[in-house]
C-alpha cells in the first residue's frame, strides 16, 4: 500500500445528491452550501497536491467526515463542555454517507488529484461526532 495524499478540509462537510428544478428542464444543486464547501475542499486538495499530475491508477480512500456536536451532547452548568455519558459517537443523522461520499469525489477531481473519481475502487468511510467539523482523509494506491 502507498499512501499517495492526506489532507485534512476544514469546515462542515457537505452532501451533494439532491437536485432541485429550476425551470427548462434546468436543475441546480439542493444543497446552497455544497458550492463553497466544494471551492474550499478544491483549494486545500491543490494545497495538499503541490501541482502533481492527476493520479490515474486505482485508488482507495479512507475519509472521515467529522460534525461539530451540538450543545445537548454535553451538560450544563458545572459540566459544561463535559461530554454526556449518553452522547453518541457516530452521526446517525442526515447527510447521508455516500451522498457525502460523492461530492468529495468530484472535489478530487476537479481539483486534479484523481483523473477521475472513477478510479476509487474502494471507499473506507464513516461520519461521526468531533470537537470541529473538518473532512480528513488519505488516498491510497489500490494496486
Known amino acids: 500500500m502507498t ?3 492526506t489532507c485534512i478540509i476544514p469546515g462542515t462537510p457537505q452532501q451533494q445528491g439532491s437536485k432541485r428544478n429550476v425551470g427548462g428542464n434546468r436543475f441546480i444543486e439542493a444543497n446552497r452550501n455544497l458550492a463553497p464547501w466544494r471551492a474550499d475542499a478544491i483549494a486545500y486538495l491543490q494545497a495538499e497536491w503541490r501541482g502533481r499530475g492527476p ?21 450544563t452548568g458545572r459540566n459544561a463542555g ?18 457525502l461520499c460523492r461530492a468529495l469525489g468530484d472535489a478530487l477531481t476537479q481539483s486534479g488529484v484523481l483523473r477521475d473519481d472513477a478510479l476509487i475502487v474502494e471507499w473506507v468511510a464513516r461520519k461521526q461526532w468531533a470537537t470541529k467539523p473538518s473532512t480528513w482523509l488519505r488516498i491510497t494506491s489500490a494496486n
Open 55 to 75: 493520479i490515474t491508477e486505482p485508488v482507495s480512500v479512507d475519509v472521515a467526515f467529522d460534525f461539530a456536536r451540538p450543545a445537548s451532547h454535553y451538560g
Open 3 to 5: 499512501f499517495l495524499l
Open 82 to 99: 463535559v461530554l454526556k455519558d449518553s452522547a453518541p459517537g457516530g452521526k446517525v443523522t442526515a447527510p447521508d454517507l455516500d451522498k
